[in-house]
């Protein structure tokens, strides 16, 4: 008997669930909640015209992703970040996206060159429109292309856990002026080395990348504390 065939679904519908969850998470990022900030199940039913179960797990879930806080007496709280939080997140980033970035390199086929500069194209067209929702994701589809060709699958599920609070950090940086060159041009070389074939190239341009946003990062939380 003959297996029928079905035609894969690239971006599978979403649910209520998953719309409220992204635009919570999206508020969050883009600071419309201010870390420590409470949030009222009434007031987030009544804004997103939703029962206070979908809020529930909602809160539930951006908790998972470290992105709230529940606190005895209080209730969700958007969570607050410190710089040991954000040095660590940087320390894994690194770790993940230079063993990832030398891998797809090695691996390169002409097909996931070709898939590596679309994603960064879109990347560029969303720093362009500087659409915080629409840059985050663009951002993580063009590091997605790069685990995938690498194939570690399993460095993507952990990057994918630490996704809100490296878009939270994301946008930190990028609204900051101090810096040496644009983000997008960090992308750039990136891409460039990968799609050359190129292991130490690639490691070295993550390297580079995150050694920029890292000070970046440090000084912006030296100068809340000040």
Known sequence: MTTPKLTKIDHPPATL???V?????EAIIEGLFQPGQRLVERPLCDQLGVSRTVIRETIRYLEAEGLVEILPGRGP???VMSWDDARQIYDIRRMLET????????????????????ALETLRRAFSDQTPGALFRAT????SEIFDGAGHYIAWDVVQRLNGRISR???????STDRDRPGLSYMEDICEAITSGDPAAARAAIDRHLSDTTAIAQRLFALENT
């Open 77 to 79: 709280i958007v969570a």
């Open 169 to 175: 950090l994301r946008m930190m940086t990028l609204s």
């Open 21 to 25: 969850q992204d635009r919570m998470r």
């Open 17 to 19: 669930r998953d719309m």
């Open 99 to 118: 063993a990832a970035a030398e891998n797809c390199a090695r691996n390169i086929t002409p097909e996931r060159a070709r898939d590596l500069q679309k």
């Open 140 to 143: 993580s589809d063009f590091y």
